[in-house]
C-alpha cells in the first residue's frame, strides 16, 4: 500500500499524489496492520477503537498517525477531518445539532437513534423521498414547516459534511442598525437629539415632529414636496421601536449634564483604538489635584497635584510626580503655582532610568526580589543593580494627553521631539480617551492615600476626617517618595484581573508579570541618558553672552574657571549666527536650582558652565519663584531693576530671619522648599590617577633636602600664573578686586559690564609651603651639625 503524507487542512494524501478520503466520526481506517474505528476527534488528538476486541482505546496524534507508512482510510466520508468535532469543541446549540442529527439519522437509515422499531412512514419498504415527506408532516405538527425538498436538501448537505449536524444549524442573521428604516431618518433623530442635549427633558413625540420639520428642510428639494418627504419618516410604532434600539430614548431619560456632556464627546480620533502589544507602544499621561494636603514653603498647609506617566501594554507606571498647587493671592498678589512644563519635562526623565530603593523602604520593594527579570535586565542594563527598585524602565513611543496648557507648550514639545516621542492629543471632555490615567488616581486615593494618615482629606467631604489642617503635615518630598514605595511595594506586584497571558489565560498577572511577558517578545534596549543629555530637559533661554556674563530674570551668571577659555571663543565668534535668534544663544537652566546654567555651543556640541556670580551670598536652597517674588518688591520698592546684589541681599537676610525666629508650631515643623525632581546634569568628576599604572612604593626613593636658615630672609617667589578667566594679574584702582574675565580682554581697557557691579572671590588657592627649621645649631653656627665650607654661616 502506498504511503501517506499529511497535506493541508487536515486531509490524509496518498504518495501517488491522489487524494485519500479523509477522516470524520465512524470513519474505519488501518495503522499498525490492524483495523480502527475513529471515536472521538479532541483538538489534535484521535481517539481510535480497535474492531478486534482485543486492543484498548488509543488516543493518537494526528499527524503521527496519518504519517505513518501502512496508514489508509479504509471507509467512511469525504468530509474534512477536524468537522466531526467542531460540535463538541464549540459547544454551539447542542441539543438543537443533536436533535437535527437524530432527524437526519431516521430520514437515512429509517430508524431513530437509541430506538430498535421503526416508526410509521419510516419502513424498509419506504424510499427517501417518502421518508423525507413522513418527516416533513411530524416537522408540522410540532409547529415547524420544513418541506420535503427542504428536508432532502438538508439530509444532502448532512452527507457531504461528513454528517456533522453543524451545517444543519441556521445562520446566524446580522441585524443591520435601523431595519428597513431610511438612513437619512436615523441621521436626522441623531442630530434632533443632539440638539436637545441642553435643553429640558423632551417626549418622543416631539422628537418625532422635529425629524419630520428637519427632514423636510434638508431633502424637501431634493424629493419634491412634504407629501414625498413623509414616506423618510417610519411609522409610530416603529419610530418608538428605532429610538429605543439606538438608545436615544435612554438619552432622553438622562439628566440634562449627562445629556451635555454624551453630545459633546466627539467621535474616535485615527479610526478608533489599537492594538497595543509591547511596552511602551502607547501611553497615557494626565494631571488632576490630590486630595492630600502637604506642608508648602511657608510652613502652611497647601494642595496638591499629581502627574503620572502609565503604559497601557502592562499597566505599568513609568513616572510620577507631586507639585505643590495654589491659587493666586489676591491680596499679597502672589503668583499662583501648578504643575508647569518643566515638571513635565522632570517627569519624563524618570522614564528613562531605574528608580533607586531609598533609605527606609521595605527590601519586598526592590526589583531583585520582584517578579521582573532582574537578571536578564541587569545583563542589559547596567543601571539595574540589587539597590533598584521593582519598576520597569519603558522608553515610550507614542503619549496620549489632554489639552492642559502644559502638555501643549512649546518647551515640553520641544522635549517631546528630541527624544522622538510622537503625542497625541484627546478628545476634550472625554476621560476615555485615558481611562488608565483616570483609573489610577481612583487606585491611588483609595490604597495608597488612606496611608497617609496626616494630611488625607477624603474621597468627600462627608468623609473627610476631622482636624486634617491641625495634624503635622508631610512635604511634598516626603510624599513623593511615600508614593514610589508604594508603586514598587504594592502597585507594581498586585495581580489584576483584566491582564492575562494569552497561553495562561487562568491567571491573574501583575503590570510586572506582564512586563516579563511582553519584554520577553519584544526585547529591551538601555537608553541612559548623559548629564549632558539631560540638559536638554531644562528650561531654554536665548541670551547674549558679553565680557560680564549674561543675565537671566535679573541675575547674572559668569563662565566657571575651567570654562572660560571656552567662554571667550564664543565671545570671539560675534554670534551664534542661528537663523532667527539675532546672534543669542542658547541657554539651559533649571528654575528649582538656578545657581548653575549651561551655555550650548551648537557648532561644537559642547556646554559651558556657568554659575551665579552672587551665589556665594545665598547659602540656604532658594528657587527662581523666591528670586522673581523678592525681584517684585524690590521694584515696588522704586530701586533700580539692575540692583541684583539688592535682591540676593534681601533673600539671604528672609532665610536669616527665618532661621533665626521663632520656630513654627509643631504641626508644620521645619520649613523646606519645594525643589521639584532630581535629574543629573553634572557631570561626575573624574580621578586623576584613574589612568596611571600601578606604581611600585618599593622604589620609591627621598629627594635630599637641603637645610634652611631660620635666620635668613624668607625668599620672594613669584606668584604662580592665574588660570585663563580666573582674573587679572593686577588690582583694579580703589583697591576693588579685579574683575574675573579681565585677564580674558588685556586690550579692551574701559569696557566694561552695565548690568551691575560683578564682583566674585576669586577661585584659586595659593598653596603655602613652610620650610622644616632645624633646633640643633652647633657652636660654630652651622646648622644641621654640620658644615659645608661655611655656606650657612650665622
Known sequence: MDSLKTGEGGVAMTGKGGRAKSLSIGAQVRWQGQEWEVVEWRGSLVTLVGQNDEESPRAVSYRWLVGADDFAVLTGGAAHATDGAALRATGLREEEAALWQARMVEIDTGVAPGRSERAQGFGPETTLAQRCAAMSARLAGEGLRYSAHTLADKRRKWKAAGENPVVLLPAARERRPGGFTDPRCLTAMQDVVARRANDSDVTIDLIREEVEDLLHARHGKELGGRAAVASLLPSRSTFYLRMKESGLADVLDLPTRGRAALASTPPLPHGGREAVLRPGQVMQVDTTPLRILARGDNGRPTATEMTTLIDVASRSLCALMMTPSRPRDAETGQAGQATRAIDLTLMLAQAFAPWPVMPGWDPLSAAATSSLPFEALAAADERFTQATAARPVIRPELIIYDHGSPYVSEHFTEVCDRLRIARRPARKRTASDKPLAERFFITLAVRFSQYVRHGWQGRSHKKRG????????????????MAQEWVALEYQQNPHSGMRDPFRPGIMLSPNDMYAV????SGYRAIPLSPAENRFFLLARWVTPGKGGFMINRRTYQPVAQDAGHYREILLRGGSKLPGRGGQWECRFNPYRPERVWLYDHTTDTW????????????????????????????????????????ALSLAQHDRRRRSSKPPPKRTGKEPIFQGLELETEE????????????????????????????SPPAADALPALPAGAGGAEASQGGQDPHPLAALFPDDEGDDFTDGALVEDPDDVYEVVEAELVDDVDANGDVGGESEGGVWDA
Not at 476631622?466 to 517618595?481: H, S
Not at 511582553?518 to 517578545?521: G, L, N, P, T
Not at 556657568?610 to 521694584?635: I, N, S
Open 684 to 711: 561626575p568628576s573624574r580621578d586623576p590617577y584613574a589612568e596611571l599604572e600601578e606604581f611600585d612604593l618599593s622604589t620609591l626613593r627621598p629627594y635630599p633636602a637641603q637645610p634652611i636658615s631660620p635666620w
Open 608 to 647: 559651558v558652565t556657568c554659575d551665579f556670580r552672587l551665589r556665594h551670598l545665598l547659602t540656604d536652597p532658594w528657587t527662581a519663584d523666591m528670586w522673581r517674588e523678592h525681584a517684585e518688591q524690590h521694584l515696588v520698592s522704586g530701586d533700580s531693576k539692575q540692583d541684583e546684589e539688592a535682591i
Open 518 to 521: 511582553q519584554v520577553a517578545r
Open 466 to 481: 476631622r482636624g486634617i489642617d491641625r495634624m503635622p503635615l508631610f512635604t511634598i518630598a516626603e510624599l513623593q517618595q
